[in-house]
């Protein structure tokens, strides 16, 4: 829970650094302060604190000419080699940010691009939630803004996303949806079934069959 907090601390310094001048932020001493919940960051995990920041010239030999963009890639913390990966991937210093946050490389952040996840912001969840771009894909349709949701469907066994988007609106476990179905019932069947008073999938399901041999038997007669 304190990892996670700190996490959100920090990406909401990072972008607020992003929209301040330079003056205000050494007014309000914020490199200092994201410097400290960075490193309260990588103690709590158990990881050494990143290293002081490279000199100019190592920053000049990786490509960073132009002085301003220079200090803001300087203040993503990033190594200038890696930085110039970044840039070269066309992400800017607070997207980098943003993906290094997530745990991604370069390479990976172009997967997710590619895919049509240009803002770390929305994919974060579903890459926390342990998804793949071509996974999370159809499921994101679906499911929009839920991926934990997503997930415990495909735990249990689902594999069309609108599927089983169309159980979750009446369950709100998936493994008791995935039993109804099971049993041979449409979402709405389940949800009138239930509504009448028959929880249990497998008693309607004998209900309904006993219900089709009676019919059969007077069609007989």
């Known amino acids: 829970c304190a990892s996670g907090e700190l996490d959100q601390a920090f990406e909401n310094l990072a972008a607020c650094r992003d929209r301040l001048s330079e003056m205000k932020r050494i007014q309000l001493r914020l490199d200092e302060l994201i410097s400290f919940v960075s490193g309260l960051r990588h103690r709590l995990r158990g990881e050494t604190p990143p290293a002081a920041p490279s000199s100019d010239e190592a920053w000049e030999n990786a490509g960073f000419d132009d ?22 991937q066309g992400s800017s210093p607070h997207e980098a940010k943003q993906w290094v946050h997530l745990g991604l490389q370069p390479e990976q952040t172009a997967q997710w691009k590619s895919a049509g996840w240009d803002n770390p912001a929305a994919a974060r969840l579903w890459i926390k939630a342990g998804f793949s771009p071509d996974q999370a894909a159809p499921w994101v349709d679906a499911f929009a803004n839920n991926p934990q949701a997503a997930i415990q469907c495909l735990a249990v066994g689902f594999v069309d996303p609108q599927r089983a988007a169309e159980w979750m609106r009446v369950f709100q476990l998936p493994v008791d949806a995935l039993q109804w179905e099971a049993a041979g019932f449409s979402p709405a069947e389940a949800l009138l079934l239930r509504e009448s008073g ?24």
């Open 67 to 88: 002085t301003f963009q220079k200090r803001r890639w300087q203040e993503t913390g990033l190594d200038p080699a890696v930085a110039a990966e970044w840039r070269s």
């Open 198 to 221: 028959i929880t249990d999938p497998f008693v309607a399901k004998e209900q309904r069959t006993a219900e089709m041999a009676g019919d059969t038997t007077e069609d007989d007669a």
